[in-house]
């Protein structure tokens, strides 16, 4: 079971009002109900996280595996390529799903609406988040679900 999973807007909720609090290791601190519920997540399903983020190229994944046990977050880390072609979200997860046979469940956990324009197959696996609230345990029961049902897609 995989998690695509972006960070500003799911676990980092976005405000403008609100300065965006960076721990020592140089990133930004985890919503505690983005960390709960995306916990709640693996701890059910055994999903992998697979980053989205456009952070994604800033660490490795081992380091990444470690900002997120900072953040009270066990889960085992991978991330997309680089965006060298400065691909918009949508771009950039269809390009994956067609170099990639999807052999697992997977669930799509991201801010960007403009992932509502993805193929039917694809979007009934997304979940868009408010970017200023991010991921909240309402959502769980749904990204769980979704994990759950096997169906395998490739391009």
Known sequence: MLILLDIDGVMVPTTSWKPTEILSDGFANFSIKAVNTLQTIINSTGANILLTTSHKSRYSNSEWEKIFKTRGIIANIDSLEPNNDNLNRKEEILHWFTKTTILESFV???????????????????????????????QAEVAIDILRKKESISA
Do not use: Q
């Open 108 to 138: 799509i956990l991201d801010d960007d609406k403009s992932l509502n324009g993805l193929p039917e197959l694809i979007k009934n696996k997304t979940i868009i988040t408010s970017g200023t609230v991010g991921l909240i345990s309402e």
